[in-house]
């Protein structure tokens, strides 16, 4: 019996580009169908065998613009050059319907997550060293040169940002960080305050 039909949670992961924060929340995605993604919205170029829709809604410049300005965005950020957003409907439908939300944004974006959704969960993913960090984005083979300085010297400013966040991993081994990532999602999720079923039912009965 589910004697517990919780609250949702909202999970934002953030990591300098490179450090494998996509394998790591697809993985979340795959093991709990509970977890949503909250799909962003940005401006840059889809990348070889990303999906509009599913990984990012790709948008010109003047719609995201608009749509900022309708108020369509819970945080929005410029990244890299290219504008970046986090639709509200995912901030707030998520969690009220149950559903876990999870957010992979940058730090400035984390930042204002905090600020309207207090009750979120922030991870900050760390590479193992710098050059492990390049050597992951030359592998991924998605960046030009120009492309992997940018990434390098916002990774410098993002990573003195973490101290602020709720967890640190560092992603060496893959299966080791998994397993980390994974246990701050399952406890994330047994806070007493997510249960109102709970609350009304058994923890009535223990005078909870
Ligand atoms: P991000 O989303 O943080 O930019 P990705 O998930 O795209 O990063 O990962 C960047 C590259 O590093 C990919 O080629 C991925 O396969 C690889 N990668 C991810 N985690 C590890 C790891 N623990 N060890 C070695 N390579 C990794
Ligand atoms: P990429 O272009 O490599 O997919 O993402 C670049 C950076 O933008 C990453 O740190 C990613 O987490 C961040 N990002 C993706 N979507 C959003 C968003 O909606 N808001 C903010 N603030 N950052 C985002």
């Known amino acids: 019996m589910n004697a517990c039909r919780r609250t949702g949670i909202s999970v934002v992961i953030c990591a300098p580009s490179g450090t494998g924060k996509t394998t790591l929340c697809r993985r979340l995605l795959q093991?709990?169908?509970n977890i949503v993604l909250s799909v962003s919205c940005t401006t840059r170029p889809p990348r070889a065998g990303e999906v509009n829709g599913r990984d990012y809604v790709f948008l010109s410049r003047e719609e995201f613009l608009q749509k900022r300005e309708?108020?369509?965005?819970?945080?929005?950020?410029?990244?890299?050059?290219?504008?970046?957003?986090?639709?509200?409907?995912a901030a707030w439908n998520l969690p009220a319907e149950g559903k876990d939300a999870l957010f992979d944004i940058d730090v400035q974006g984390a930042a204002q997550i905090r600020r309207c959704l207090p009750a979120a969960r922030l991870v900050f993913l760390f590479p193992p060293s710098r050059a492990e960090l390049e050597r992951r984005l030359r592998a991924r083979g998605t960046e030009s040169e120009e492309g992997l300085a940018l990434r390098m010297a916002t990774a410098a400013r993002e990573t003195a940002q973490a101290r602020w966040f709720d967890f640190w991993i560092v992603n060496d081994e893959l299966e080791q960080a998994w397993q980390e990532l994974r246990a701050v999602y399952v406890a994330s999720t047994l806070s007493p305050s997510l249960c109102p079923q709970f609350q009304a039912g058994p923890a009535a009965e223990w005078g909870l």
Do not use: D, N
């Open 70 to 89: 309708a108020g369509f965005f819970a945080e929005w950020a410029q990244v890299h050059g290219s504008f970046y957003g986090t639709p509200l409907a």
């Open 31 to 33: 093991e709990f169908p």
